[in-house]
């Protein structure tokens, strides 16, 4: 999939850019497969099956001379989970000259859940007791996804990834989510949710995959589990919505608090597996003095920035022990620590059970 920034261009010259790019495909050993036209942003986007991106390109220089902006690789089933289709919509207009005229938007609205690691979940109430939380969370969620027309695009052990084209049935579909789950069940399973909103190309390699940082970026942030977050994006979608009416709360920062939310993350995931980067480097990495940087971390989080780098290592940790076979000093050393009993201790407080006896659930 392309981007085309195409300011101003209208449905009928990107439906006369496809037809050029499917007179000459077969010459590219491509198959132009369809497109999405978003004209209040200005951008288009190309679905085109080709056996690399240089020829790719080559094809919409000698069709066109619109040259992508940028190429990612994508799964077609990933698109159609996302956008609701891979081919020309059936009810495209044909115009008088034989073009199939059509704007549709690939501007979409992300719901992303979020739980407590599934194992955590269990040791903490028990096997009976958090398989029927979960599948009881997992129903409720499946089941609002339908009512208001969502596309689960993914399900993993820690959440969901709904997609909507309407910022105002994602917002019902989450108020409903919420507000059928009750709050100690809620709690219990560590249940958060975020809305945010995107086109499928931006700075990440994956489809929505900026999209999806920010929304799980706000799952971390504090509030309770009654809460809706969501992005600056989504609230500006929603003026016209009167989300004051929700039985559910609704919190969202501003651009500039997700600008940090954002640089906070860039710091810590790349350098988590440094043992060296401290605090200090930290405040450094990030242009503040130790107390801003102590009044930031503490407002998303109510963690000093020394604790926070800490929780971001075992929650890291966690992740390798259920990514790949390690034993307990691999995982120290790789998670930034420098002492397998140190790290022994911080997991057993963070987590409540001892690496070993999680990294035994995991196998």
């Not at 190309?201 to 929304?215: E, H, M, N, R």
């Not at 504090?222 to 969501?230: A, D, E, F």
């Not at 000093?304 to 929650?315: A, C, I, V």
């Amino acid at each position: 999939m392309d981007i085309h920034e195409v300011p101003g261009a209208a449905a009928v010259d990107l439906a006369e850019a496809h037809r050029k790019d499917l007179l000459i495909q077969d010459e590219f050993r491509c198959k132009c497969m369809t497109y999405w036209l978003d004209e209040k942003r200005g951008n288009a986007f190309c679905l085109i099956d080709a056996p690399d991106q240089s020829i790719l390109e080559d094809l919409h220089r000698k069709s066109h001379g619109f040259i992508p902006h940028k190429i990612i690789e994508v799964s077609s089933e990933v698109i159609e989970s996302f956008l609701g289709r891979i081919h020309d919509p059936r009810e495209a207009e044909i115009s008088g000259n034989g073009l199939k005229v059509f704007s549709d938007s690939a501007f979409r609205i992300l719901l992303v859940t979020d739980i407590t690691d599934p194992i955590l979940i269990r040791h903490r109430i028990g096997l009976q007791k958090a398989t029927e939380l979960l599948n009881k969370l997992n129903n409720t969620i499946r089941k609002e996804i339908s009512v208001h027309e969502g596309s689960e695009v993914e399900h993993t052990g820690n959440g969901f990834i709904v997609s909507f084209s309407s910022a105002a049935r994602a917002m019902a579909c989450a108020s409903e989510i919420q507000n059928k789950m009750s709050a100690p069940d809620k709690k219990a399973i560590g249940f958060k949710l975020a809305l945010n909103a995107g086109e499928p190309v931006a700075k990440s390699d994956k489809v929505f995959g900026d999209t999806i940082q920010l929304a799980r970026y706000l799952c971390t942030v504090v509030c309770n589990n009654n809460h809706i977050i969501i992005s600056s994006v989504v609230k500006d979608l929603l003026k016209t919505h009167d989300i004051k009416k929700s039985k559910t709360s609704v919190i969202s920062l501003s651009p500039q608090d997700e600008n940090l939310l954002e640089a906070l993350f860039n710091r810590l995931e790349g350098n988590w597996q440094n043992p060296d980067f401290t605090v200090t480097e930290f405040c450094r990495a990030m242009s503040m003095s130790k107390s801003q940087l102590y009044r930031k971390t503490t407002a998303f989080w109510e963690l000093s920035p020394n604790l926070l780098l800490k929780e971001y290592r075992l929650n890291k940790a966690l992740e390798l022990m259920n990514r790949q076979s390690v034993n307990i000093s691999q995982t120290t050393f790789d998670s930034g620590f420098t002492s397998p009993s140190y790290f022994t201790k911080c997991f057993k407080n963070k987590f409540g059970l001892l690496p070993a006896n999680y990294l035994n659930s995991v196998q």
